[in-house]
């Protein structure tokens, strides 16, 4: 069943929300040639203990770390060490959450390290990063989960991807409900398929994380032997962009974006709800 949020413990979930952007600040600044991953992880930890919130990653299923790195070919669930440095031209999504009072924040983006990535790499996130705001553009009262499945699909695939071809959206993961855990129902496809239906109808007090995870090629992955580590199955690059967001009676809120989404959406003709923690 979803879990459906009252105003208060959706206030709640913008507190883990801000944490998690300001892991976001902290760990985009650090993504530099030289950095290990574990680097990155121990910046992560820091902003944590700063704003007295705990990490939902770690132990979670016996993941051993903060966050999440993902380098290059590395889809999601890129395990933080200190044989992975970061080198110029490398991509790398940091997936990071935060726990505040039992309430979960969760959220990814795509970083660039260093300079000289080519043009393909750059459109690559661009589009995984637009796609995940259309699906955040996508949650309106009465609507269905479907609908948002159907907005992230539809703006990859009508997006050219240099070089011709067709990007790969990654088919074993998706987004999910967020609340009093960090992975709820309903389970959140990138896209649409005949077999899940509609879904749930969404109804304030709804909470997603839209994630899409999008490839150069293949939309097929595959797990290492670690039991984490997802990579491409033809080891193309990746991108993953993901942001919580909160359905309310006057509209989305993202709960993971500094401006809680105000400025993105309004480029979109959508009014983002109010900030529960502005002055």
């Not at 992880?41 to 132990?59: M, Q, S, T």
């Not at 924040?105 to 795509?110: E, K, M, P, V």
């Not at 009262?141 to 609908?147: F, I, M, P």
């Not at 071809?165 to 990654?170: L, N, V, W």
């Given at each position: 069943m979803v879990e459906i949020?009252?105003?208060?413990?959706?206030?709640?979930?913008?507190?883990?929300?801000?944490?998690?952007a300001a892991i976001h600040a902290a760990?985009?600044?650090?993504a530099v040639p030289g950095a290990t991953t574990?680097?990155?992880?121990?910046?992560?930890?820091?902003?944590?203990?700063?704003?007295?919130?705990?990490?939902?990653?770690?132990?979670y299923g016996g993941f051993p770390a903060t966050i999440c790195t993902s380098v290059n070919?590395?889809?999601v669930h890129g395990i933080p060490d200190d044989k992975t440095v970061l080198k110029d031209g490398d991509i790398i999504s940091v997936d990071a959450g935060a726990i505040v009072d039992g309430w979960h924040?969760?959220?990814?983006?795509?970083a660039f390290v260093g300079t000289g990535h080519s043009p393909e790499l750059v459109e690559l996130s661009r589009v995984t990063e637009e796609s995940m705001w259309a699906g955040i553009a996508a949650m309106r009262?009465?609507?269905?989960?479907?609908?948002v499945s159907r907005a992230i699909e539809t703006y990859i695939r009508r997006q050219p991807k240099p070089g011709g071809?067709?990007?790969?959206?990654?088919e074993d993961y998706g987004g999910h409900g967020i609340g009093s855990a960090m992975h709820m129902d309903p389970h959140l496809l990138n896209y649409v398929s005949r077999k899940r239906g509609k879904g749930p109808k969404l109804v304030p007090g709804f909470c997603l994380a839209i994630e899409p995870m999008v490839s150069l090629g293949t939309p097929h992955t595959e797990v290492l032997g670690d039991e984490w580590t997802v990579v491409t199955l033809d080891h193309t690059w990746s991108s993953h962009w993901e942001h919580s967001i909160a359905l309310t009676e006057e509209g989305p809120l993202v709960l993971t974006a500094v401006d809680g989404?105000?400025?993105?959406?309004?480029?979109l003709g959508v009014t983002a709800a109010p900030d529960p923690l502005a002055a």
């Open positions: 949020k009252n105003p208060e413990q959706i206030a709640k979930m913008r507190e883990a929300g801000l944490v998690v760990t985009a600044e650090a574990r680097d990155l992880d121990e910046v992560a930890r820091k902003v944590l203990a700063e704003h007295g919130a705990k990490p939902n990653f770690l132990g070919d590395v889809v924040g969760d959220a990814a983006y795509t009262n009465g609507s269905r989960l479907v609908d071809g067709k990007y790969g959206i990654i989404g105000r400025a993105k959406l309004a480029e």
